[in-house]
Structure formats: C-alpha cells, structure tokens
C-alpha cells in the first residue's frame, strides 16, 4: 500500500506535502476545541463537530454565534451557508477524482479546502486523486486528535500565531495555487477575486467573501476564458499514456519525466 | 445545542456529496467546465487574500502578511512547497518574538 503511495518521486513529494498541510492546519484544531469548550459546548459537541461537521469555516461560525449570544439554530443556518464553498469545490473535484459509490460517500467527508488545493497541484491529473484522499485523511486525523486536546487543555498551547501558523496556512494555499497561475485569465481571475473578497470583508461576516469569489469564477466561464492550458484537459477524458499534454506547460524541457514534472 | 450540532453535521455533509454528486453530463458541458475550472482559484485566492490580510471584519497588515511575503519569495525562488511554508511561520514567529 504505501509503496504504491510512494513509487515515483513526483507521488512521494505529494504525500510529504499532504502531510506538511495536515499539520499546519490541523494544529487549528486546538483554536477550534477551546474555543468551542469556552463557548459553551461540551467536549463531546466539540468532538462530534469536527468529527461530522468536519469544514472548519463553518465550525468557527457556529461556535461563533453561540459564544456571542445568538441561537444555536441560527449558529447552524450560518455554517450551512458558508458550507456552501465545499459545493463549488466539489463540482471541480467531480471531474478530477471521478468517484462513485461508497468511495464517493466517503470522499465527499473529506471535501475541504486543503484537499481541494493539494488535488489542484499535481502537474499530472492522475495524481489528483492521491493528494486529495492523502490530505483529507491527514487533515481530519489530525484535526479531530487536536479538537480533542484543545477541548481538554484550552488555551494552555497558545496560539496558533505564536507559532506563524496563521502565515503559514495562507503561504501554504497560495503555494498550491501558485501552479494554477500559469494562464493570464487564472492571474486576472486570481487577482480579481482576491481584491472582491478583501473589498467585502469589512460589510460581510467571515466567510462570506470567500464564498463570494465564486462569482468571479461564474464570470470567467460565461465569457469563455479558460483558467487551464487548453492542452492539459481532456487527459483525463482519455486516460492517454502519451501525456504530451503536460509538456504544453510553461517549459516543454524534461516535462518528459513525469516525475521532474511533478516538482516544482 | 445537540441539535444544532447535529443540523450543521447533516446539512454540510449534503452540501459537499452535492457538488461532488454533479452528473458528468452536465460537468462536460464547456461553460460548467470553465467554471468549474476557475471555482478553486477564485476561492484560493480570496481565502489567501483573507487569511493573510483581515483578522474578523478588520482589515490588517501585521507580521502575518510579512510571513507570507516572505513565502513569496520563496515560491519564485522555486523553493519546496514545505519549505515556502516552513519559511511563512518562521518568519512570523521571528518578528512577533522581537517585537
């Protein structure tokens, strides 16, 4: 099994980085646990959150609303709306993992924005489905076993940020975009999204301007732009061997090597 | 509270098999694949924007975003991914110690 997980570099160096953004992001966990705790829910609804619930955005926001007086019930309306980004995320996994049955039930838990950006990264498609499963699974590990610490121990960690974790996740994201942003429709798409989303953090609550990028994402496609190098689609459609397709990329040169296309 | 709990487990679970639930016959049309293309790196973008430049509704410019410049930099320099972010939270972990 792990030797499968690991035979090619390109593979090896996706398990590394999966596990690299489970730390980094599962160590909010604790955040999350003591925050939920203080709030006013037990350590079993803390569990059971990041257990189930299992989208930290959302968690955050029901946690939230309760901690600030507000009804439970309109705590979960509120992390039902923003739930609505692991929606879109998923209509571009679909096409990537292409997954059915049990394997899609249990996929769809893990439908989050870490394994989201590290199934993007991949030069080679067919390795999407690696960094998805591999980063869902670390993530939800460790962030259900920080959950648990947090809920327990409180704040007696400190904070994330004491750590650079809150620079860290962001580098992290930006780091497995940075591949994506190939095209000048992605940069513009990239940038345009970025200024919208900053420009309605002040009038929205957290969470909303995320979400609210993806309307910038509706914009490209009505217009026809493609995010993608035309070439690099349409390898998954027929699963080619000759993946002339990647070497399309920035630089044809040793693209040959799918395993020196995979790092960057 | 239990209910509530269990409300945002059951409805954000549906809203993620949703998206992945999408048939490839409506995936395959080009317009819903342009988008669906571009979904990811719209939404990355804006989340990179939010979490390295707003704490809740503010707007701020601290040794967070200093870290992810820092990251940056890194990135051009065509470093490894773990290696970008292990220099993002050093980074940051340097200039809140010595300030």
Same mark, same amino acid.
């Given at each position: 099994?792990?030797?499968?997980?690991?035979?090619?570099?390109?593979?090896?160096?996706?398990?590394?980085?999966?596990?690299?953004?489970?730390?980094?992001?599962?160590?909010?966990?604790?955040?999350?646990?003591?925050?939920?705790?203080?709030?006013?829910?037990?350590?079993?609804?803390?569990? #059971?959150?990041?257990?189930?619930?299992? +989208? *930290?955005?959302?968690? !955050? %926001? =029901?946690?939230?609303?309760?901690?600030?007086? &507000? /009804?439970?019930?309109?705590?979960?309306?509120?992390?039902?709306?923003?739930?609505?980004?692991?929606?879109?995320?998923?209509?571009?996994?679909?096409?990537?993992?292409?997954?059915?049955?049990?394997?899609?039930?249990?996929?769809?838990?893990?439908?989050?924005?870490?394994?989201?950006?590290?199934?993007?990264?991949?030069?080679?498609?067919?390795? #999407?489905?690696?960094?998805?499963?591999? +980063? *869902?699974?670390?993530? !939800? %590990? =460790?962030?259900?076993?920080?959950?648990?610490? &947090? /809920?327990?121990?409180?704040?007696?960690?400190?904070?994330?940020?004491?750590?650079?974790?809150?620079?860290?996740?962001?580098?992290?994201?930006?780091?497995?975009?940075?591949?994506?942003?190939?095209?000048?429709?992605?940069?513009?798409?990239?940038?345009?999204?970025?200024?919208?989303?900053?420009?309605?953090?002040?009038?929205?609550?957290?969470?909303?301007?995320?979400?609210?990028?993806?309307?910038?994402?509706?914009?490209?496609? =009505?217009?026809?732009?493609?995010?993608?190098?035309? /070439?690099?689609?349409?390898?998954?459609?027929?699963?080619?061997?000759?993946?002339?397709?990647?070497?399309?990329?920035?630089?044809?040169?040793?693209?040959?090597?799918?395993?020196?296309?995979?790092?960057? | 509270?239990?209910?509530?709990?269990?409300?945002?487990?059951?409805?954000?679970?549906?809203?993620?098999?949703?998206?992945?639930?999408?048939?490839?016959?409506?995936?395959?049309?080009?317009?819903?694949?342009?988008?669906?293309?571009?979904?990811?790196?719209?939404?990355?973008?804006?989340?990179?924007?939010?979490?390295?430049?707003?704490?809740?509704?503010?707007?701020?410019?601290?040794?967070?975003?200093?870290?992810?410049?820092?990251?940056?930099?890194?990135?051009?320099?065509?470093?490894?991914?773990?290696?970008?972010?292990?220099?993002?939270?050093?980074?940051?972990?340097?200039?809140?110690?010595?300030?």
């Amino acid at each position: 099994m792990l030797g499968r997980l690991t035979d090619t570099p390109a593979r090896r160096e996706i398990v590394a980085d999966s596990l690299g953004v489970g730390l980094a992001t599962g160590a909010y966990g604790v955040s999350f646990g003591a925050i939920a705790v203080t709030s006013g829910f037990s350590v079993a609804q803390a569990c #059971a959150l990041s257990l189930l619930v299992f +989208t *930290g955005a959302s968690q !955050f %926001a =029901l946690v939230g609303v309760v901690a600030s007086g &507000g /009804a439970p019930m309109s705590g979960a309306a509120t992390a039902l709306m923003l739930g609505s980004r692991n929606t879109l995320y998923g209509i571009k996994l679909a096409g990537l993992l292409r997954v059915r049955g049990l394997r899609r039930i249990c996929a769809a838990q893990l439908v989050i924005d870490e394994s989201t950006a590290m199934a993007l990264k991949p030069e080679d498609e067919r390795d #999407a489905p690696l960094g998805f499963f591999v +980063t *869902g699974l670390a993530v !939800f %590990a =460790l962030w259900n076993l920080a959950t648990l610490v &947090g /809920a327990f121990a409180g704040d007696a960690l400190g904070d994330p940020a004491t750590y650079g974790l809150d620079a860290a996740v962001p580098a992290a994201f930006l780091a497995l975009l940075w591949p994506r942003l190939a095209t000048t429709p992605a940069r513009v798409a990239a940038v345009v999204a970025a200024l919208l989303a900053l420009a309605l953090v002040p009038a929205t609550q957290p969470g909303v301007p995320v979400i609210a990028a993806g309307a910038v994402a509706v914009v490209v496609g =009505l217009l026809g732009r493609e995010i993608e190098e035309p /070439a690099s689609d349409g390898s998954h459609a027929h699963g080619s061997q000759a993946d002339g397709s990647q070497a399309d990329g920035s630089q044809a040169a040793g693209t040959a090597d799918p395993d020196e296309a995979g790092r960057r | 509270m239990w209910a509530a709990v269990l409300v945002t487990a059951a409805g954000c679970y549906a809203l993620k098999l949703a998206g992945l639930s999408v048939p490839d016959n409506v995936l395959d049309r080009p317009v819903v694949r342009r988008i669906a293309d571009a979904i990811p790196v719209t939404l990355l973008a804006a989340l990179v924007a939010v979490q390295a430049l707003s704490s809740g509704q503010d707007l701020t410019a601290d040794a967070r975003l200093v870290g992810v410049a820092a990251g940056v930099v890194a990135l051009v320099l065509r470093a490894p991914f773990l290696v970008v972010v292990a220099v993002a939270a050093v980074t940051t972990a340097l200039l809140r110690l010595v300030s």
